[in-house]
């Protein structure tokens, strides 16, 4: 009886050690990118360029796991699947800061061309290879990662909204302080 019970509470306790672990969040950026974008914390503007840059470098990583002819089709979906996730987080973060930034009175106007810029190639390309991967020879590889990359093509174009919503209210204060100045 006393067994059954100790075996019952290691059970319990595995189980909620499992969900604990499968809670965690893998972060998309690596160390050096964390540290590059605590020495511009207080920097908006700079600290949009990063993160711009990075999202450009997840980008090339999803196009790179989707050449590499060396993998099977399901290993490059896992794979594309990853790398379409990792993007999918930066472009959060990236909207996620756009919103702080807006509570800002800072004149944000450049980078926020970037970031339109950057999410009209983003939705092209992701775009395109939403189209490549579902023909139906590539539909071993596409049921790894279709999901996460409907998402993925859902953060990039709420991104664009957000960041063309911002720069419009930005022109328009812009316009403001200009006729005040006259």
Do not use: C
Not at 17 to 22: D, E, H, R
Not at 32 to 47: G, I, M, Y
Not at 105 to 111: G, L, S, V, Y
């Amino acid at each position: 009886m006393r067994a059954r019970a100790q075996a019952a509470v290691l059970l319990l306790l595995a189980s909620l050690l499992s969900a604990a672990s499968a809670q965690v969040r893998h972060d998309p950026l690596t160390e050096a990118e964390t540290d590059q974008l605590r020495e511009v914390s207080q920097d908006p503007a700079a600290k949009l360029k990063l993160y711009i840059l990075f999202a450009h470098a997840r980008i090339e990583a999803v196009e790179k796991a989707r050449a590499d002819a060396g993998l099977s089709p399901r290993e490059r979906g896992q794979k594309l699947h990853a790398a379409l996730e990792d993007l999918e987080s930066l472009m959060d973060e990236i909207s996620d800061n756009l919103e702080s930034f807006a509570k800002r009175e800072q004149d944000m106007r450049k980078p926020l061309r970037e970031v339109i810029s950057m999410d009209g190639d983003f939705t092209a390309r992701l775009g395109v290879l939403k189209q490549q991967a579902s023909a139906p020879a590539q539909a071993a590889e596409y049921q790894e990662f279709q999901f996460i990359l409907d998402d993925t093509l859902d953060s990039v174009k709420g991104d664009n909204e957000l960041a063309r919503d911002l720069l419009e209210e930005q022109n328009q204060a812009a316009e403001r302080k200009k006729h005040k100045s006259k």
